[in-house]
């Protein structure tokens, strides 16, 4: 059974800082594409950022020069730094894996069950 967990969530003042780890663990054959995914209340879930297993990575306008995407593929952990904290930040942050079970069973989609960020002004 494959888990995502997510840590780091909490309350921050505006322009502060924190971050976010998620650490999957069980019977993992590799991970491809890792992402954070944040939900504001109301409003749909929205792609935050990405990384690929190479490293490459991509970011919503929104959080662009703010926000710094990271992962330790030896820990299985991808990490999510945020800087200059808006209270539009304010969400529920959800951690995403694309990975292989095995040699025949890829693309497999797993979410972490999210952590809260508020940012107050």
């Known amino acids: 059974q494959v888990q995502l967990v997510e840590s780091g969530g909490g309350l921050v003042q505006a322009g502060g800082s924190l971050r976010l780890s998620c650490a999957a663990s069980?019977?993992?054959?590799?991970?491809?594409?890792m992402a954070w995914y944040r939900q504001a209340p109301g409003k749909q879930r929205e792609l935050v950022a990405t990384?690929?297993?190479?490293?490459?990575?991509n970011y919503a306008d929104s959080v662009k020069g703010r926000f710094t995407i990271s992962r330790d593929n030896a820990k299985n952990t991808v990490y999510l730094q945020m800087n200059s904290l808006k209270p539009e930040d304010t969400a529920v942050y959800y951690c995403?894996?694309?990975?292989?079970?095995?040699?025949?069973?890829?693309?497999?989609?797993?979410w972490g069950q999210g952590t809260q960020v508020t940012v107050s002004s």
């Open positions: 990384i690929t297993s190479g490293g490459r990575t």
């Open positions: 995403n894996a694309e990975l292989s079970l095995d040699w025949i069973v890829t693309g497999q989609n797993y």
């Open positions: 069980g019977i993992i054959f590799s991970i491809n594409t």
